[in-house]
């Protein structure tokens, strides 16, 4: 299918597992991204990534490790989970450096 | 570094109420694109309309329209006579063309709520 797909939709872990949450997809857009949508604070910038083997720190990095070996790939790994991160997390892909952001349907986590 | 207010946190309307929903932004860059999502109950994030630093045209797309005005770091969103399927929450934000690599800067959103 055409698109921007995350899984899982919905996760629950306990702290300090790791845990990672995947996106993928198939426009082979150059740019992806990661976000956190947390309640009072809109989507903060968790990562991005320029191109395969090219990524960036966001707005809120900390705790967060990602990797992008193939274009159409871009996970997202809590290495050690905490309560504050529990959140929902946005993938998005963009064709340009300057274009708009399409996004995946988002993915809840909660970690207990 | 860049910002996005959007100050009004919940707005109620009736339906066939023209809303009229605020973004403000700080920039220190002269070339920067907005934007705006809907965010509908289901949760996915739907694009609605980008727009760059060069261009303060208003634009109008069926009962959708924006106001840009630089003097006053402002893109406005507008929904004429409002339907319930617009009950979202909308986002604007801010992208800044040198030096951003294309990160948006999101405000915190609007609910919109659009009742019978």
């Known amino acids: 299918d055409a698109g921007i797909t995350q899984s899982p939709r919905y996760k629950i872990t306990e702290t300090g597992r790791q845990v990672t949450l995947m996106c993928h997809q198939t426009?082979?857009?150059?740019?992806m991204f990661w976000y956190r949508q947390d309640l009072g604070h809109g989507l903060r910038l968790i990562y991005y990534s320029a191109a395969a083997d090219i990524t960036d720190k966001g707005e809120v990095p900390d705790g967060y490790v990602v990797s992008r070996s193939k274009t159409e790939n871009f996970p997202l790994t809590l290495e050690s989970a905490t309560r504050s991160q529990t959140s929902v997390y946005f993938c998005a892909s963009s064709g340009s450096g300057l274009g708009e952001q399409y996004f995946g349907p988002g993915t809840r986590l909660t970690v207990t | 570094a860049q910002k996005v207010t959007q100050a009004q946190t919940e707005i109620s309307v009736v339906e066939k109420e023209d809303v009229t929903l605020d973004c403000v932004y700080e920039t220190r860059d002269t070339t920067y694109y907005l934007f705006w999502y809907k965010q509908p109950p289901s949760g996915e994030l739907v694009f609605l309309i980008r727009r760059n630093s060069f261009d303060e045209q208003n634009e109008i797309s069926g009962r959708y329209s924006w106001n840009f005005q630089k003097s006053t770091s402002s893109f406005n969103f507008t929904i004429t006579a409002s339907q319930v399927v617009d009950s979202a929450v909308y986002f604007c934000?801010?992208?800044?063309?040198w030096g951003g690599g294309n990160k948006l800067t999101f405000g915190t959103g609007t609910q919109l709520k659009v009742e019978l």
């Open positions: 934000a801010l992208s800044e063309a």
């Open positions: 426009w082979s857009h150059s740019y």
